[in-house]
């Protein structure tokens, strides 16, 4: 129901695609290392990663975000991946991370965010519905995450939203746009945001992806890209 399998499906689509598991998720979850001894069974790895970060002065979205540059890096040493040619896509946790990827690595020319808008008063203070991974010390007293997303403009920037997603509340998502698609407005580029609004739930709508990123990454028909 959610639709994880973006990925799979931009590259059967004529992308060249990488995916990363950032720390505590998918091949990197220390239950898959052969010295595991369970003591944090049934934890969420997501937490527990920030708090193994915080003794070392760090955060684990700052970990994660030098992560994916050093993927990225390697993506682009190879041949057929053009480098000044990349786009960026993520689903909620992943929406997060493409956020701040877009935001920390300029090389990334377009993005889109896949049901991760909100207001931090609501999804953050109110339902407590972020973890580890998703934080960085005092992030609430200075910036909200519409800002956050703003700081993207002028490059082009697709959201989607659900209208039955039962993490972040359609209501509250909708304004974090409005207020969004002010900044983009602001500076000039409101023709570079653009909004997948599907019916669906907390998951990928697939109804604007391959036209935007085709669109922005200049990226032909029969042509393969990143």
Not at 45 to 62: E, F, I, V
Not at 162 to 191: H, K, P, Q
Request: aromatic share 12%; charged share 20%.
């Amino acid at each position: 129901a959610h639709r994880y399998n973006y990925g799979h499906v931009m590259a059967k689509r004529g992308f060249v695609t990488f995916a990363i598991d950032w720390i505590g998720f998918g091949e990197r979850n220390d239950s898959q290392k052969p010295n595991f001894l369970a003591h944090n069974w049934g934890r969420d790895w997501c937490n527990l990663y920030y708090l193994h970060a915080t003794m070392l002065g760090m955060t684990s979205l700052s970990i994660n975000v030098a992560h994916g540059m050093a993927a990225t890096d390697f993506a682009i040493s190879l041949p057929g991946v053009d480098g000044k040619r990349l786009g960026v896509m993520g689903l909620s946790g992943g929406g997060t991370m493409t956020l701040w990827m877009a935001l920390c690595d300029r090389r990334f020319n377009a993005a889109e965010i896949i049901c991760y808008s909100d207001l931090w008063a609501y999804f953050g203070i109110r339902d407590l519905n972020y973890c580890g991974m998703q934080v960085a010390p005092g992030l609430f007293k200075l910036v909200d995450l519409p800002d956050l997303q703003g700081l993207l403009a002028p490059r082009p920037l697709l959201i989607d939203i659900g209208a039955n997603d039962t993490c972040f509340r359609v209501d509250t998502s909708m304004e974090c746009f409005r207020r969004l698609a002010a900044i983009y407005r602001a500076a000039g580029a409101r023709e570079m945001l653009e909004l997948d609004f599907h019916e669906g739930e907390h998951g990928w709508g697939d109804n604007r992806s391959e036209a935007f990123f085709r669109k922005h990454l200049r990226f032909e028909h029969g042509e393969e890209n990143t």
